[in-house]
């Protein structure tokens, strides 16, 4: 994005603001690499949850998703939306509404990772003799949600939702997120093999003790952005932030820094020449805390100004200092702009109630997000 672009100027910051053409490219390339590999591609919401992205990353089909809270299922079904999963292990206080999702939406899945939550379906049976459709949620040395791939436990629990009345097991989900932790493409492929070849072994053993024609899935932006050929084996991805992904996956590697969709505009409100530093109108209610400021530029990267770092930030103030030597108070004189590249979208658009969408420098939409759970 051109710093220089004309909208810019108009806009009220801290402003979110996504380039509409590369969030298109990069739902695009997804799209392509999993048909290419005859997986189906059911994109997560939980980055933008907004009307108009969704239809982007389905490619218009307005078919599976998944969804992490049921504010974006209902958001959905209320578009028009079908075939959701809501991929969270399932909490008590919302099975009501789960079944009215259930009821309402020709295909809506949920997702459990024990018995006590089984039980609960049990006891909510579904109108017009619907069965729920469970997914099980395997641990595949994720370490979150989960049972563990190598307990019995975890072909116990199978085989109970597959003898529950009422109940069908739909499919077997595992979330490798745990390549977040990698640098490079090696070690990104490395824990997506790991995680599907537990995954592939558990579908097995699931055979081997009767239980077939179950969905698999796995996925996660950087293992969907560097897949290894046996996720072709797989029924299903399932990754959600590449549609804009940020400054943290261009550290893992799963994309370039121009491949981010999404910047933080931010003004320069004060000049302190006595502590060599800039004040912005961008605190952490703007970008978030995620990342904890573990960049060398500080808590975003200032594009087109690699000698600044954004050092500090309370709620609504943001403080910029050079990397290193005196700063040149008159490069950036009050009122002038800065754009922040966020270290992770996700925790970054979770502070927005609007999305300002540019194309060909030109402020073309505004994207609204559904928001709470
Ligand atoms: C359960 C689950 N599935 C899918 C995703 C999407 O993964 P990513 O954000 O790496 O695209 C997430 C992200 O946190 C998740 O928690």
Known sequence: MADTAEFIKDLCTPAFVVDLDVAKRNAAVMLDRFQKLGVQLRPHMKTHKTLECADIMTGGSRRCIVVSTLAEASFYADHGYDDVLYAYPLPRDKVQR????????????VLLDNGPALQELKRRPLKQGKLWRVWMKLDCDNGRAGVLHSEPAALQLAREISETTGVELYGIYAHCGNTYGCKGREQIEAI????TTNLLQFMERLKAIGIQGLKSSIGSTPSCSHPVPDMAMLSEVHPGNYVFYDVQQSL????????????????????YPHRNQLLVDSGWAALSQDGGGCL??????????????LTSMTQEHGRVEPVSGPLDFGQ???GSMFSLIPYHACATAMMY?????????????????????
């Open 332 to 334: 950036f004189p009050l």
């Open 252 to 271: 893992i590697g799963s994309c370039r820094l121009e491949d981010v969709a999404v910047r933080v505009l931010t003004r320069v409100i004060g000049h």
């Open 353 to 373: 109630p609007v999305y300002s969408v540019h194309s060909q420098g030109k402020i073309v939409s505004t994207w609204k997000p559904v928001r709470g759970w």
């Open 98 to 109: 789960c079944a009215e999702l259930c009821e309402r939406m020709a295909l809506f899945h």
């Open 192 to 195: 997506a093999q790991e995680t």
């Open 296 to 309: 060398p530029t500080g808590y975003a990267v200032i594009q087109g100004h690699p000698e600044l770092k």
